[in-house]
């Protein structure tokens, strides 16, 4: 087991190189000065030139990748922010916590609200609970995250002024953005869970279970659910993997400093060296949250266990 | 009724329908059986007779919503089973009446211990602590001739052959008083067919058990059933002890008469397999009359009109045909 998961960190490496590379050669060939955004239309053209100077911009292509990556693997270094002129890596370290904790909140909203509708819609197939669980989820995949945040909004916080619109210092706070980005995740996983348990309940061994004498509660958590959560566990995973890589929409109707939104003011100021830092620490989480969803199998499945070593 | 405390299971006049998209399925038609306690009954018939659709109707599991019971009573120990409660329903399952599937490699859950799947039933009907189910657990698998060690394993590290071992370990966990076993041995290979019987045999004579041996293979009828009843279309054509039944110079059902001329001889040479003509009814459209006479070399024109009655040839006995209305003499 131990020696798997090191080799799956190890095949992470040319993952991130991979990355590293291909959004930095996008960058590099997106119109746009940034010496010119920096220091703004008033300033001459040799002013804009030794700016360009003395931040390399001039080099040839694979000499600033090259430099780029040797800062990065020797020094740990993203780079400085054009705009702000701080470090790339204390700016992620600002923006991060907010999306991570946000992330978490709709991925638990999601579970503890997807899994056991999922459950029931199948055991009550076609019923009325599960009619209207589908149509739920239809809406929640097909409603837009923005149209709902606001309408929440709305409701809870100018209607009813039951909860803040915005800001992130209380977890109050978090309701409204957990709730309105975790809509799609609910559907999304009450439609896994609901296929997946469909599946699994018309197998023998649930025969097998139910001719036990097991009750019914039984049959469906310990033999059912646990023959079910694969393809659950990896839409979930999925759905996480997304969500840190920061809701953009949510992150701006309820003014959270997340790293969705230094991703959009950066690529509209042609900040690359932090677009390509947030790219990175964003490829970094998806790949962890993949590698645990893997090890998450071995724990579920015995079969994926013994495969594992 | 003397003879209504006599038996172990009773089932009377049983119909089951499924119902599907493509039309009612006439699955069950008016069944009547009986098992006597420890007798083993042989269960024979053609794929699609309705001989698993009878088991699961013991045991209440029919596919829900789909499969309905109709009509028809089913007793156990005098009780009647199809009005029970789900709840009632489990103190039943595994305790009194337990069920071997089909496919052994399909009936273990396979993300389970199988030594857990075995103790699971054992501390639920025994009210037994985890570990003293556990160390029952192993007495089992050391029964049906698996080291105990291996409790720990899943189903995926057995053979198929070990699997059906574990199934039939989780059938008489409980020390059943009737085990069902759907074709226990059609998905294994030969030799450990004779072997899965053997044991079979062995654990119903150690437990007393009462047995209902779902089977196509008369050889399996002949090895270890006391009682066979001969199945067609949802309906039991003819009833009786096996000696009754395997002795050709009886009376017999032209169907029965059919399954065995199916047999291959070995000891003549033989240019073609012998057949029964034509197909099993398709069950969302049953013929008239006798299900059989479409299919049946002396059909007559009452055949087609009219449902035969079971009628008793000799004491113990029955076979449902028109052939034998007026007199017991085989034409």
Known sequence: ?309 | MDNEKKNLLEIRDLTVEYHTNGGVVHAVNGLNLEVAPKETLGFVGETGAGKTTTALSILNLLPHPQGKVISGSIKYNGEEILNKSNKDMTRIRGEKISMIFQDPMTSLNPVMTVGDQIAEGIRLHDHLSKADAHKKALEMLKTVGIRPERASDYPHQFSGGMKQRVVIAIALACNPELLIADEPTTALDVTIQAQMLELMKGLKDQYDTSMIMITHDLGIVAEICDKVAIMYAGNVVEYGDKVDIFTPEKPHHPYTVGLFDSIPDIYHEQEELKIIKGLTPDPTDLPSGCTFHPRCPYACEECSKQMPKHLEVEPGHTISCHRFDDTKEVK
Request: proline content about 5%.
């Open chain 1, 1 to 309: 087991m131990l020696k798997y998961v090191g080799k799956r960190l190890l095949m992470m490496i040319p993952v991130l190189l991979g990355v590293t590379f291909i959004i930095f050669s996008m960058l590099y060939i997106t119109p746009g000065d940034p010496a010119r955004l920096v220091l703004g239309d008033s300033a001459s053209p040799e002013a804009v030139e030794q700016y360009r100077e003395e931040q390399g911009l001039n080099d040839p292509f694979l000499v600033q990748y090259g430099r780029y990556m040797k800062n990065l693997i020797l020094h740990g270094d993203l780079g400085t922010s054009y705009s702000t002129k701080k470090p790339v890596i204390d700016l992620i370290k600002d923006c991060f916590p907010a999306t991570v904790k946000l992330a978490f909140c709709s991925m638990l909203f999601a579970l503890v609200l997807g899994i056991p509708i999922g459950i029931i819609s199948a055991i009550k197939q076609y019923s009325i609970f599960d009619m209207c669980s589908m149509a739920f989820a239809l809406l929640g995949i097909s409603m837009p995250v923005f149209w709902l945040g606001l309408l929440l909004t709305l409701l809870f916080s100018v209607k009813l002024g039951w909860l803040p619109s915005s800001g992130f210092n209380t977890p109050l706070h978090l309701i409204l953005p957990a709730v309105s980005l975790g809509a799609q995740s609910v559907a999304v996983i009450t439609r896994m869970t609901r296929s997946s348990m469909l599946e699994v309940i018309n197998m023998d061994y649930i025969k097998t279970a139910r001719a036990k004498g097991l009750h019914e509660k039984t049959v469906i958590i310990r033999h059912a659910l646990g023959n079910a959560l694969i393809p659950i566990i990896t839409s979930a995973g999925l759905q996480f993997g997304t969500l840190l890589g920061g809701a953009v929409l949510t992150e701006s109707i309820f003014s959270i400093p997340g790293i969705g939104r230094l991703m959009v003011d950066s690529i509209k100021m042609r900040d690359f060296p932090t677009v390509q830092g947030g790219v990175l620490i964003i490829a970094l989480a998806f790949s962890i949250v993949n590698l645990l969803v893997d090890l998450l199998y071995a724990f579920v499945d015995p079969r994926i266990k013994a495969q594992y070593k």
